[in-house]
DNA sequence: CGCGACATTGCCGTTTACGTGAAGGTATGG
DNA sequence: CCATACCTTCACGTAAACGGCAATGTCGCG
């Protein structure tokens, strides 16, 4: 097995485009918690971790999202790491398979919030267009014809 | 003429949505000015600042944007009200057409702008469904043939 | 004309999302 | 073995976006 390369809070947080503060502060939010501690306690991160705070950072980014809106479309860590736990404790498929599902749900979710999101950026496209047009119509009039 | 129907503060912030305290606020931070003032120095709102104020509180909670960025949006009040000023100011239709075309920048800058978030939305989207995508395969390996 | 509802400016309080030390423990090259 | 560069927790500081008061002025009806 390859030995997994962690990483320590400065390489994950400059890997993502984040403070070591910020990536503490989510983990103070409950909104990830690192894969692993050290010897002397440093937090230790693994490509999941890398993932879900690309994901953090982008819905607070790109998104616009509160970190409290994050934190439901995240469910609560607990929730996460009870599941995690739950999947590997059992070997029941059907458990497992109950387990997938909730997550299914929960990307469903993710998903469809992220729709609704656009659908009124596009509405405000769509109004911009016509405020824009109206201007255009505007200008065709004092000069016509200029293409 | 229809006299124009002036709103006072708490009935302009009721149609779009905000509280007159977050009007005042606006319009410290110079994202708009009311298109009078009473007698007694009352804020007085027409249509097009309640078009202004839905603007704001579209850019604000659809898109996500900072009140800074909404101002950088808009471009500083004055500009607006110098534009408008100038325009009536002048009857050349040159000038006149020229003070649109700025106009025009502004709303096409405004356009690009919202489809770039679009974009960025839409990447997350794919990236989430991708997700969705692999544990759905999970599923399916664990309990095959569930439609 | 007088009362209550609403307005004004001004200022301080609060929450969010961190930044910025302080005081001390930890990993590593010379 | 020690410097220094990182890490830890704890704690306070700050900018943004308001909320909530105080002191005062204004509108409108009965």
Redesign the pocket.
């Known amino acids: 097995m390859t030995p997994v390369r962690l990483l320590?809070?400065?390489?994950a947080a400059a890997e993502v485009g984040?403070?070591?503060?910020?990536v503490?502060?989510?983990e103070e939010?409950g909104l990830l918690t690192?894969a692993a501690r050290?010897?002397?306690?440093?937090?230790l991160y693994d490509e999941t971790d890398l993932e879900r705070l690309r994901f953090i950072k982008g819905l607070?980014d790109d998104a616009g999202f509160?970190?409290?809106e994050v934190a439901r479309l995240l469910e609560d860590e607990e929730a996460r790491e009870r599941g995690h736990a739950a999947y590997h404790a059992t070997s029941d498929p059907a458990e497992r398979a109950r387990i997938l599902r909730d997550r299914l749900v929960r990307y469903d979710q993710q998903i469809e919030m992220l729709r609704t999101k656009i659908d009124r950026l596009a509405i405000m496209v769509d109004e911009a267009e016509a405020r824009r047009a109206r201007t255009a119509a505007l200008i065709d009039e004092l000069a016509p014809g200029a293409t």
């Open positions: 320590r809070i400065h390489e984040l403070t070591p503060r910020s503490r502060y989510y939010l690192p050290s010897e002397g306690d440093y937090r607070r509160s970190l409290a």
